[in-house]
Nanobody, 118 residues
Framework: QVQLTESGGGLVQAGGSLRLSCAAS????????MGWFRQAPGKEREFVAD????????AYVDSVEGRFTISRDNAENTVYLQMNSLKPEDTAVYYC???????????WGQGTQVTVSS
Protein backbone atom coordinates (compact mmCIF):
# COMPACT_ATOMS: atom_id res chain seq x y z
CA GLN A 1 0.00 0.00 0.00
CA VAL A 2 1.16 3.49 -0.86
CA GLN A 3 -0.53 6.71 0.19
CA LEU A 4 0.24 9.78 -1.89
CA THR A 5 -0.17 13.43 -0.92
CA GLU A 6 0.39 16.24 -3.43
CA SER A 7 1.27 19.84 -2.60
CA GLY A 8 2.59 22.94 -4.32
CA GLY A 9 -0.32 23.89 -6.54
CA GLY A 10 -1.59 27.43 -6.81
CA LEU A 11 -2.29 30.41 -9.02
CA VAL A 12 0.47 31.66 -11.30
CA GLN A 13 0.68 33.99 -14.29
CA ALA A 14 1.48 32.67 -17.73
CA GLY A 15 5.22 32.23 -18.12
CA GLY A 16 5.69 31.53 -14.44
CA SER A 17 6.82 28.41 -12.62
CA LEU A 18 5.56 26.03 -9.96
CA ARG A 19 7.00 22.93 -8.36
CA LEU A 20 4.62 20.19 -7.32
CA SER A 21 5.59 17.66 -4.69
CA CYS A 22 4.11 14.26 -3.92
CA ALA A 23 5.00 12.64 -0.63
CA ALA A 24 4.55 8.88 -0.38
CA SER A 25 4.02 6.80 2.72
CA UNK A 26 5.33 3.30 3.12
CA UNK A 27 8.68 1.60 3.05
CA UNK A 28 8.81 0.56 -0.59
CA UNK A 29 8.66 3.86 -2.47
CA UNK A 30 11.66 2.90 -4.59
CA UNK A 31 9.75 -0.14 -5.87
CA UNK A 32 7.26 2.01 -7.76
CA UNK A 33 7.31 3.88 -11.00
CA MET A 34 5.89 7.34 -10.32
CA GLY A 35 3.83 9.58 -12.53
CA TRP A 36 1.92 12.82 -12.82
CA PHE A 37 -1.45 13.18 -14.50
CA ARG A 38 -3.81 16.13 -14.86
CA GLN A 39 -7.48 16.76 -15.46
CA ALA A 40 -8.82 20.02 -16.79
CA PRO A 41 -12.49 21.01 -16.38
CA GLY A 42 -14.68 19.09 -18.79
CA LYS A 43 -11.79 16.94 -20.01
CA GLU A 44 -10.55 13.46 -19.32
CA ARG A 45 -7.54 12.88 -17.13
CA GLU A 46 -4.34 12.81 -19.17
CA PHE A 47 -0.82 11.56 -18.66
CA VAL A 48 1.78 14.27 -18.04
CA ALA A 49 5.02 12.54 -17.09
CA ASP A 50 6.46 9.50 -15.41
CA UNK A 51 9.77 8.08 -14.34
CA UNK A 52 11.31 4.78 -13.42
CA UNK A 53 12.11 3.49 -9.97
CA UNK A 54 15.66 4.76 -10.10
CA UNK A 55 14.68 7.96 -11.87
CA UNK A 56 16.87 7.38 -14.90
CA UNK A 57 14.06 6.84 -17.42
CA UNK A 58 11.45 9.53 -17.96
CA ALA A 59 8.60 10.18 -20.37
CA TYR A 60 6.52 13.28 -21.06
CA VAL A 61 3.43 14.18 -23.01
CA ASP A 62 4.42 16.27 -26.03
CA SER A 63 2.66 19.39 -24.76
CA VAL A 64 4.96 19.70 -21.72
CA GLU A 65 8.22 18.38 -23.18
CA GLY A 66 11.00 20.87 -22.51
CA ARG A 67 8.94 22.83 -19.97
CA PHE A 68 8.25 20.27 -17.22
CA THR A 69 10.74 18.05 -15.38
CA ILE A 70 9.85 15.06 -13.26
CA SER A 71 12.26 13.86 -10.60
CA ARG A 72 12.31 11.80 -7.43
CA ASP A 73 14.16 11.54 -4.15
CA ASN A 74 13.92 7.97 -2.94
CA ALA A 75 15.51 8.86 0.38
CA GLU A 76 12.70 11.36 1.01
CA ASN A 77 9.93 9.24 -0.57
CA THR A 78 9.01 12.20 -2.75
CA VAL A 79 8.43 12.82 -6.44
CA TYR A 80 8.48 16.30 -7.96
CA LEU A 81 7.15 18.03 -11.03
CA GLN A 82 8.97 21.24 -11.90
CA MET A 83 6.77 23.25 -14.23
CA ASN A 84 8.28 26.19 -16.13
CA SER A 85 6.93 28.50 -18.83
CA LEU A 86 3.41 27.72 -17.72
CA LYS A 87 0.53 28.34 -20.09
CA PRO A 88 -3.18 28.85 -19.42
CA GLU A 89 -3.83 25.45 -21.01
CA ASP A 90 -1.80 23.86 -18.21
CA THR A 91 -4.62 24.75 -15.81
CA ALA A 92 -5.88 21.52 -14.24
CA VAL A 93 -5.96 19.40 -11.14
CA TYR A 94 -2.65 17.54 -11.02
CA TYR A 95 -2.50 14.02 -9.60
CA CYS A 96 0.42 11.94 -8.47
CA UNK A 97 0.29 8.19 -9.15
CA UNK A 98 2.32 5.08 -8.42
CA UNK A 99 2.53 1.66 -9.99
CA UNK A 100 4.57 -1.48 -9.93
CA UNK A 101 6.43 -1.65 -13.27
CA UNK A 102 4.35 -3.41 -15.90
CA UNK A 103 1.11 -2.96 -14.04
CA UNK A 104 -1.67 -0.37 -14.10
CA UNK A 105 -1.45 2.88 -12.19
CA UNK A 106 -2.81 1.66 -8.89
CA UNK A 107 -2.28 4.39 -6.30
CA TRP A 108 -3.45 7.98 -6.63
CA GLY A 109 -3.21 11.16 -4.61
CA GLN A 110 -6.10 13.52 -3.97
CA GLY A 111 -4.87 16.12 -6.46
CA THR A 112 -3.64 19.69 -6.31
CA GLN A 113 -5.07 22.59 -8.32
CA VAL A 114 -2.86 24.51 -10.72
CA THR A 115 -4.32 27.64 -12.29
CA VAL A 116 -2.42 29.65 -14.88
CA SER A 117 -3.79 33.09 -15.67
CA SER A 118 -3.24 34.82 -19.00
Amino acid sequence: QVQLTESGGGLVQAGGSLRLSCAASGRTFSSYNMGWFRQAPGKEREFVADLSRSGDITAYVDSVEGRFTISRDNAENTVYLQMNSLKPEDTAVYYCAARIPGREWEYWGQGTQVTVSS
